[in-house]
């Protein structure tokens, strides 16, 4: 029995193999198509299946490889041909005009025997050096040679002497003229022997008097003329005052020995006498005349500065001082009259009354035909003395006489 029981069983599992192998087979295929699924992008829900459920029906996937874009054909259009037209000749764009530099000056060369005038002193002689060359730069009879030190002064004399100097310039330059200035430097402590004494004390102001007596003296050695040019104003308040003080004492010194002393002041001061940077130029016109530390002077200062001093370096100098002879004067000495007219050509016309010669009873200028005394009164003594008005001519504009009236003849009026 138990061999017939077996025998039923493996019978049973052979009928049963084709359907265990066909359910196997139906696993594996929905196990593949199961990733397959996995790697599609899941659908996106919308609104209405979140709200009542259900999915998207689902696409399926397809892979862009598999179908590469294909070109699509490019339309081409044809142009139609047109008649070539003649090319235009190009037009260069002009070039911006240049307004041409004024002319250089001329130079004028000096003549070999030019008088020379010698400036001396601190940075103030050096702008006044610069301005008295451009001053002078068409005077071929003068010449300017500037012997300054900026930071030199006469309180100072172990680092500049003046006085041990001059000589030796003097010998050098053999000059016409001495033009000094000094002075802003030497608002400082001084060594007199073997103390030092302190800014504007009495013994300091007598020691500096001393020195500027005895450096303007021996300029005046060779009986050369001297101009000592004065300080201008500064910036500083408290230098403006010692400037004054100084300037007061260039003057007497200067004076005492047979100099001259020039003053600037006015020059670079505004109507109330204060400092001022800029100011009007030797032209009138309004210019920066200092620079901006308030100490130095610009180009139209120099030139403001030296023409303060150049008057008086002309008037010493004399002929040497003129001028050169302006390119293309020539052409003009027809237009200036070289001799006064003579006497016989001036017409000489008597004088004429201002007063009406009516008013004197008489038509003509002087007085003539007018009544004589004790024979009557004048229309002007009448007018004077009873207020009467004499008549006026006839027809004058002035005459309000009415003209006589003509008889009216009344004429009887015409009735319909």
Do not use: C, H
């Amino acid at each position: 029995m138990l061999r017939t029981r077996d025998a039923g069983k493996g019978l049973l599992l052979l009928r049963l193999a084709p359907v265990f192998m066909a359910a196997a087979a139906m696993l594996v295929t929905g196990f593949f198509a199961t990733m397959a699924e996995a790697q599609e992008p899941a659908p996106r829900r919308t609104l209405f299946q979140r709200l009542f459920g259900g999915f998207a029906p689902q696409r399926r996937y397809q892979d862009p490889s598999a179908y590469p874009p294909q070109p699509r054909p490019r339309r081409i259009q044809k142009r139609r041909q047109q008649p070539a037209e003649p090319q235009r000749p190009r037009q260069q764009r002009a070039k911006p005009r240049v307004a041409d530099a004024p002319p250089p000056a001329p130079v004028v060369e000096k003549s070999p025997n030019a008088k020379k005038v010698l400036v001396i002193g601190d940075f103030v002689a050096g702008s006044l050096g610069d301005g008295l060359k451009t001053a002078f730069e068409m005077t071929p009879g003068v010449v300017v040679e500037t012997r300054a030190n900026g930071s030199s002064g006469l309180v100072r004399d172990d680092y500049f002497n003046w006085p041990g100097s001059l000589p030796g310039y003097v010998a050098e330059l053999k000059p016409s003229v001495i033009v000094v200035s000094l002075g802003a430097n030497d608002r400082q402590a001084m060594r007199i022997g073997e103390t030092k004494e302190t800014f504007r004390t009495d013994l300091w102001t007598t020691e500096y008097r001393k020195r500027v007596n005895a450096l303007a003296a021996l300029a005046r050695q060779d009986n050369l003329p001297l101009l000592w040019v004065g300080m201008p104003p500064f910036q500083s308040t408290a230098m403006t005052a010692d400037m004054v003080t100084f300037n007061g004492i260039y003057l007497e010194e200067a004076e005492k020995v047979g100099g001259q002393f020039i003053d600037i002041w006015d020059g670079f001061v505004d109507e109330g006498g204060k400092f001022v940077l800029t100011g009007s130029d030797i032209n009138g016109q309004q210019v920066r005349l200092r620079g901006s530390d308030g100490i130095n002077l610009t180009k139209a200062g120099k030139r403001k500065l030296a023409f303060y001093v150049e008057k008086d370096i002309r008037k010493l100098l004399g002929e040497a001082a003129a001028d050169a002879a302006v390119p293309g004067a020539e052409g003009l000495k027809d237009l200036v009259v070289t001799a006064p007219l003579a006497n016989e050509d001036i017409v000489k016309t008597p004088p004429i009354g201002v007063t009406d010669p009516a008013l004197d009873g008489a038509t003509a200028l002087l007085g003539a035909g007018a009544p004589q005394k004790g024979t009557g009164k004048s229309p002007r003594d009448l007018l004077v003395e009873k207020g009467e008005v004499p008549a006026a001519p006839a027809g004058r504009i002035d005459d309000f006489r009415l003209a006589k009236p003509e008889t009216v003849i009344s004429k009887p009026l015409l009735r319909n």
